[in-house]
């Protein structure tokens, strides 16, 4: 089915939905007032598949993996400033770094992590008011979350929860790396002012500690001996290659990947907790049963189903990429959405994008039942009447096939340190905020009112 509405006035239609905080609810509406999971617009004379229907979605991700790359659009605006990496390579390139980073993510080094963690916590718990006053969550999260993945990633933080203890070329990059990941927000995405933040942004910070990577990868092997210590994902790579622009390029990529997503995902689960006392309440009866008072471990984290639920539910009606988009590479035939219900197949052809929107298909009623908008984690779980939801590709807030997100399982090991160590030091949290929550669209999607909150510590 063609659609004018979504089509014709595409461009000039998005712009204003984001502005205005509604894009997601209105292609949402769409797709229902239509009738239809697919549909095909005209934009500027090229054609464009958008849906919400998994069975295309295997296909393009999977089945048909080959056929697809990153759309040339993605490419064109992150390679000038992250450079080639993971996350804006196809191919042989992309495969490369898949298979270099794999080893930062497997179980025993994120047994490891959790050490880090808690440092890192404890500075997340100090910078948290407790005279009861009004905080941003969401603002500390973001600060929590860079500060970790510089520290987990180059080996030096950036220390932003630290007022005070951040050095200048730290504190230009942690300025310079969220205008750039909020797309200049505000400023009317003018390329100068972020390609000039960009070259401060790579330039001081990052570039002196690739510095000192290799030259402590030069003096270990001047001595024959390897540095003691955690490896970090840095002197990884220095030990393969001395091409500094390509090490720049793949910790760029990496903090981009993995920063503002486990973030925003940490607000909209505090976001719930703090407006639900019983949800509250039940996740702190299973802290009590599956880690007491003492430090949270991997396997006592993996035993909290109920906190799983939860996780699961927020990345299911929030999801932090809500929308997606691949490019054919060649002529290739979906499973579904041509004719007019969308319901036969249909020819994409090569150089054509399809879009997707995981928001969309994850409230589905046909999917998730006609409670699909609700918050609802013990949908999750099976009870003696009911086994919980076993979802496929209905359900992607990491995607799916070769290119899953590779940081899933340490996201949400950090997300439920985080949950854990918070609810064990304060009693109570509760809501400051009457608003619903809203969308606010950037690269990845994060609540618009952040996550008002108000914390009791414990007695
Ligand atoms: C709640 C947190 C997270 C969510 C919701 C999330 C979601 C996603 C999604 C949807 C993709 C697919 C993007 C695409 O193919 O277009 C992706 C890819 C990726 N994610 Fe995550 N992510 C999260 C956390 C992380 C973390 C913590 C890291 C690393 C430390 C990470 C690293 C990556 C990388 C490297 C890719 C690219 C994989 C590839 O193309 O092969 N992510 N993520």
Same mark, same amino acid.
């Given at each position: 089915?063609?659609?004018?509405?979504?089509?014709?006035?595409?461009?000039?239609?998005?712009?204003?939905?984001?502005?205005?905080?509604?894009?997601?609810?209105?292609?949402?509406?769409?797709?229902?007032?239509?009738?239809?999971?697919?549909?095909?617009?005209?934009?500027?004379?090229?054609?464009?598949?958008?849906?919400?229907?998994?069975?295309?979605?295997?296909?393009?991700?999977?089945?048909?993996?080959?056929?697809?790359?990153?759309?040339?659009?993605?490419?064109?605006?992150?390679?000038?400033?992250?450079?080639?990496?993971?996350?804006?390579?196809?191919?042989?390139?992309?495969?490369?770094?898949?298979?270099?980073?794999?080893?930062?993510? &497997?179980?025993?080094?994120?047994?490891?992590?959790?050490?880090?963690?808690?440092?890192?916590?404890?500075?997340?718990?100090?910078?948290?008011?407790?005279?009861?006053?009004?905080?941003?969550?969401?603002?500390?999260?973001?600060?929590?979350?860079?500060?970790?993945?510089?520290?987990?990633?180059?080996?030096?933080?950036?220390?932003?929860?630290?007022?005070?203890?951040?050095?200048?070329?730290?504190?230009?990059?942690?300025?310079?790396?969220?205008?750039?990941?909020?797309?200049?927000?505000?400023?009317?995405?003018?390329?100068?002012?972020?390609?000039?933040?960009?070259?401060?942004?790579?330039?001081?910070?990052?570039?002196?500690?690739?510095?000192?990577?290799?030259?402590?990868?030069?003096?270990?092997?001047?001595?024959?001996?390897?540095?003691?210590?955690?490896?970090?994902?840095?002197?990884?790579?220095?030990?393969?290659?001395?091409?500094?622009?390509?090490?720049?390029?793949?910790?760029?990529?990496?903090?981009?990947?993995?920063?503002?997503?486990?973030?925003?995902?940490?607000?909209?689960?505090?976001?719930?907790?703090?407006?639900?006392?019983?949800?509250?309440?039940?996740?702190?009866?299973?802290?009590?049963?599956?880690?007491?008072?003492?430090?949270?471990?991997?396997?006592?984290?993996?035993?909290?189903?109920?906190?799983?639920? &939860?996780?699961?539910?927020?990345?299911?009606?929030?999801?932090?990429?809500?929308?997606?988009?691949?490019?054919?590479?060649?002529?290739?035939?979906?499973?579904?959405?041509?004719?007019?219900?969308?319901?036969?197949?249909?020819?994409?052809?090569?150089?054509?994008?399809?879009?997707?929107?995981?928001?969309?298909?994850?409230?589905?009623?046909?999917?998730?039942?006609?409670?699909?908008?609700?918050?609802?984690?013990?949908?999750?779980?099976?009870?003696?009447?009911?086994?919980?939801?076993?979802?496929?590709?209905?359900?992607?807030?990491?995607?799916?096939?070769?290119?899953?997100?590779?940081?899933?399982?340490?996201?949400?090991?950090?997300?439920?340190?985080?949950?854990?160590?918070?609810?064990?030091?304060?009693?109570?949290?509760?809501?400051?905020?009457?608003?619903?929550?809203?969308?606010?669209?950037?690269?990845?999607?994060?609540?618009?009112?952040?996550?008002?909150?108000?914390?009791?510590?414990?007695?």
């Amino acid at each position: 089915m063609t659609d004018r509405i979504l089509g014709i006035d595409f461009l000039w239609a998005n712009r204003k939905i984001i502005r205005e905080h509604s894009a997601l609810e209105t292609t949402r509406k769409r797709f229902i007032e239509l009738g239809t999971n697919t549909v095909q617009l005209a934009v500027l004379g090229q054609r464009v598949i958008v849906t919400s229907e998994p069975d295309i979605l295997k296909t393009v991700l999977a089945l048909e993996f080959k056929s697809f790359c990153l759309p040339d659009g993605r490419k064109k605006i992150m390679v000038p400033f992250l450079g080639e990496g993971i996350f804006t390579t196809d191919g042989i390139a992309w495969q490369h770094s898949r298979d270099m980073l794999r080893p930062i993510f &497997v179980r025993s080094q994120l047994v490891e992590d959790l050490e880090m963690f808690e440092r890192r916590v404890n500075h997340l718990i100090e910078a948290i008011p407790k005279d009861h006053s009004t905080v941003d969550l969401q603002t500390l999260f973001f600060r929590f979350t860079l500060d970790l993945a510089t520290e987990f990633l180059f080996g030096e933080s950036t220390n932003c929860l630290l007022p005070g203890r951040e050095s200048e070329s730290s504190a230009k990059f942690v300025e310079a790396f969220n205008y750039c990941q909020s797309f200049g927000d505000g400023d009317g995405m003018n390329p100068l002012s972020i390609l000039l933040r960009f070259r401060a942004f790579k330039k001081d910070f990052v570039d002196e500690l690739i510095k000192k990577a290799l030259s402590n990868r030069q003096m270990a092997a001047e001595k024959s001996t390897t540095e003691p210590g955690r490896v970090t994902f840095l002197s990884q790579l220095a030990a393969e290659t001395t091409d500094r622009v390509k090490i720049r390029s793949e910790l760029l990529n990496l903090l981009l990947a993995g920063r503002d997503t486990t973030a925003a995902l940490m607000a909209n689960v505090f976001f719930e907790l703090s407006r639900r006392p019983e949800m509250q309440s039940r996740v702190r009866r299973e802290i009590d049963t599956c880690i007491g008072a003492g430090l949270p471990t991997f396997e006592g984290i993996k035993s909290m189903k109920y906190l799983r639920a &939860v996780f699961n539910e927020s990345l299911r009606t929030h999801p932090i990429v809500p929308e997606n988009s691949r490019q054919a590479v060649q002529d290739t035939v979906l499973p579904l959405g041509g004719g007019e219900d969308g319901k036969s197949p249909a020819l994409i052809k090569k150089g054509q994008l399809l879009a997707w929107s995981s928001y969309s298909m994850h409230r589905r009623g046909d999917l998730y039942g006609e409670d699909a908008a609700e918050f609802r984690p013990e949908r999750w779980l099976d009870d003696a009447n009911e086994k919980g939801l076993r979802v496929g590709w209905e359900y992607l807030p990491f995607n799916g096939g070769p290119r899953i997100c590779i940081g899933q399982q340490f996201a949400l090991l950090e997300s439920s340190y985080v949950v854990i160590r918070i609810l064990q030091s304060f009693s109570h949290i509760e809501s400051r905020d009457a608003e619903p929550w809203r969308e606010k669209l950037m690269l990845t999607c994060i609540s618009l009112g952040g996550c008002k909150v108000a914390l009791t510590p414990n007695a």
